[in-house]
């Protein structure tokens, strides 16, 4: 039987990975790199005191911590997050993460073209959609 046109099969291991922040993250799939405007799927591991810096995305991101935890902090509160909690942050929020485990793993999705990727020459409007 013949793949299905479009169908991707990646194995994580694959995958080097970039930094980002204080952390390394692993992008299985990416619109930028494949010049679609669908979601970015990564998983993403910092070390303990690894920092975001406050940003925010035009559309939502969800993510689901596989392995230890951290602190996000989005809308004036604190949440702990903790190996299988899920979020779901909506558009515009915000955030930050700070890792307070020896580890922590996420998966995240979310648009690839948020306001701390988009520069001067991305083909994406503020939305993060292609025109």
């Given at each position: ?20 922040f ?35 995305h ?6 689901l ?31 930050t ?35």
């Open positions: 039987m013949a793949k299905p046109k479009g169908l991707e099969v990646l194995e994580l291991a694959s995958v080097e990975p970039v930094q980002l204080d952390f390394q993250q692993q992008v299985l799939f990416s619109p930028a790199q494949r010049g679609e405007g669908f979601i970015k799927l990564a998983v993403t591991t910092g070390r303990k005191g690894a920092k975001s810096v406050a940003h925010s035009p559309r939502d991101e969800v993510t911590t596989l392995k230890g935890e951290a602190l996000l902090r989005a809308g004036g509160e604190t949440y702990h997050l903790r190996e299988g909690s899920a979020v779901r942050l909506p558009p515009g929020l915000d955030h993460v700070e890792v307070i485990s020896d580890e922590w793993v996420v998966v995240a999705a979310y648009c690839d073209e948020c306001s701390l990727c988009r520069g001067p020459d991305s083909p994406f409007p503020a939305d993060g959609l292609k025109p």
